[in-house]
């Protein structure tokens, strides 16, 4: 199957930093990209959705400022959490749907990063 | 509004065979997905069904009746690494994938 690859794995960060996670898909070009939450014992909470070259669209809640989400290849999106609180301290887990996942809409998910922000 | 039930938690034996339920209520469907999930991973792709019917895959079939609004996930000889969360999602009308909370699903030898 496709392969999406996220970087870091884990990251620990001080309160008020901010922190970068990339989203890579590197066998297809993902036209569409998801970025999800979940925190311990719940399932997964859609963010945000970006398309390649445009916006991101954010999930009712989900404060746009705070979460900055790039999406300027076909094959790379970001998020960025600016100023980091420790409530924002979550497993974050993009996933992308592209060419490779036809007309499944099938999506292919990176492995997760895990933030700890003390 | 849009909603997806599915038992918060199952046990079973190794060597046995467990059926996980899913019902929803969404606003248009473009196919229903079940999703295992490792504790502290990403969930990996187990199925897709957009007909009803049953789809076999090795030890794991999914089954979907769309005028019930139901689906189940079936896993038969079960192994202890299928000691995991299972997620049932459905595509809805505008294509974005709508989660149940999963099912944590724990095998006993």
């Known amino acids: 199957g496709a392969v999406v690859s996220q970087h870091p794995s884990w990251v620990i960060c001080k309160s008020g930093t901010s922190v970068k996670i990339e989203c890579r898909s590197l066998?297809?070009?993902?036209?569409?990209m998801f970025w999800y939450r979940q925190f311990p014992k719940q399932s997964l909470m859609l963010m945000a959705t970006?398309?390649?070259?445009?916006?991101?669209?954010?999930e009712q809640g989900v404060e746009k400022d705070k979460f900055l989400i790039n999406h300027a290849s076909l094959t790379l999106s970001t998020l960025t959490v600016t100023s980091a609180h420790p409530e924002d301290s979550s497993f974050y887990i993009c996933?992308?749907?592209?060419?490779?996942?036809?007309?499944?809409?099938?999506?292919?998910f990176g492995e997760g990063s895990r933030l700890t922000v003390l | 509004g849009q909603n997806i039930d599915q038992p918060t938690e199952m046990t079973a034996t190794e060597g046995a065979i467990v059926q996980i339920n899913c019902t929803y209520q969404?606003?248009?469907?473009?196919?229903l997905f079940w999703y295992q999930q490792h504790a502290g991973e990403a969930p990996t792709f187990l199925s897709y069904?957009?007909l009803d019917g049953l789809e076999e895959k090795g030890r794991f079939s999914s089954f979907l009746s769309r005028s019930k609004g139901y689906s189940y996930l079936l896993l038969k000889e079960l192994q202890m690494k299928d000691s995991a969360s299972y997620l049932c999602?459905?595509?809805?009308?505008?294509?974005?994938?709508?989660w149940g909370a999963g099912t944590k699903l724990i095998i006993k030898p």
């Open positions: 996933s992308a749907r592209g060419l490779a996942g036809g007309d499944t809409g099938e999506l292919f």
């Open positions: 066998d297809f070009q993902a036209t569409t």
């Open positions: 970006s398309n390649e070259g445009s916006k991101a669209t954010y």
């Open positions: 969404t606003s248009g469907f473009n196919g």
């Open positions: 069904n957009v």
């Open positions: 999602a459905v595509l809805d009308s505008n294509y974005q994938l709508i």
